[in-house]
């Protein structure tokens, strides 16, 4: 079993900057890919980010130059820090691990963020205009 908790959420003005954390504990396999989504309710989960455990990362255009995964092997600790900020990225930030989707080929993409097995509580995200 994996147990995630999210943290570095929060209300900053548009064009400012968030870190968010999630320490994660238990079993990750070394095969497992990590990630943040986003949703809102009533919405659809919406992938921002994956890093696979060779370090390779994807991005979903929406956040591509702004946003930046990375991880913290040792510490077991996943990041995603946010900048230049928009109203449009509010929403609550979910970290998430797993194994791929076969329907991306068993590798690791931005899109199956949201499809991957385990997720945390969430921290939410607010952008004042």
């Known amino acids: 079993q994996v147990q995630l908790v999210e943290s570095g959420g929060g209300s900053v003005q548009a064009g400012g900057s968030l870190r968010l954390s999630c320490a994660a504990s238990?079993?990750?396999?070394?095969?497992?890919?990590m990630g943040w989504f986003r949703q809102a309710p009533g919405k659809e989960r919406e992938g921002v980010a994956v890093?696979?455990?060779?370090?390779?990362?994807s991005y979903a255009d929406y956040v591509k130059g702004r946003f930046t995964i990375s991880k913290d092997n040792a510490k077991n600790t996943l990041y995603l820090q946010m900048n230049s900020l928009k109203p449009e990225d509010i929403d609550m930030y979910y970290c998430a691990v797993g194994t791929p989707p076969r329907v991306g080929g068993g590798l690791c993409f931005w899109w199956a963020a949201g499809m991957l097995n385990y997720w945390g509580q969430g921290t939410q995200v607010t952008v004042s205009s």
């Open positions: 890093i696979d455990s060779d370090g390779r990362t």
């Open positions: 238990g079993y990750i396999d070394s095969s497992y890919c």
